[in-house]
């Protein structure tokens, strides 16, 4: 999918269907510190101040990186947007929306914005993470999570993070 309002960006999305209230739902992905529970490769989050974290992701070869998001968006029960900090050319967004679609039911929406277009998604799926699985193994860990209280879905994670395979 990709996004004309914004050149040279790049977009994949993934939907999952969670067996929670959106409250709860909305609540417990509100509170970034909760991200490394479901994150295939964020490991840590520290707080900086209240709309910014800094985050370490595990990357390929096990290299640790260290990068800061910050929250750009949020509506209460329906929508929370966040990118990574720098250049603007340069960051990636998330658009996490929020739909209740039963009783105690919700969907989960989130469609990541990658930078530099299509060569920034050739060049992740080329060192071995393909976005738009990733978005959508992150969201089934999450399902599995509040649904569960356990992960164990280890695609597209950091190898032993959720268990003894990757």
Do not use: C
Not at 2 to 29: K, L, M, Q
Not at 62 to 90: F, N
Not at 91 to 96: D, G, K, L, S
């Amino acid at each position: 999918m990709s996004n004309p309002s914004r050149p040279g960006v790049h977009a994949v999305e993934a939907t999952v269907s969670i067996e929670r209230s959106i409250a709860d739902v909305y609540d417990f992905y509100r509170d970034f510190e909760n991200l490394p529970r479901f994150l295939g490769d964020v490991t840590a989050i520290e707080r900086v101040d209240p709309a910014t974290f800094r985050w370490t992701i595990v990357g390929p070869l096990g290299i640790q990186l260290k990068s800061a998001i910050r929250l750009t968006e949020e509506r209460t029960g329906e929508l929370i947007r966040y990118e990574t900090t720098g250049p603007p050319g340069l960051r990636a967004r998330w658009t996490v929306r929020f739909a209740e679609v039963g009783p105690a039911r919700t969907e989960v929406r989130e469609v990541l914005e990658m930078p530099l277009g299509r060569l920034g998604h050739a060049a992740l799926v080329l060192i071995g993470k393909p976005p738009g699985a990733e978005v959508a193994a992150n969201l089934h860990r999450l399902k599995q999570l509040l649904e569960t209280g356990e992960v164990t879905d280890t695609d597209h994670a950091v190898r032993g993070k959720f268990g003894t395979a990757a």
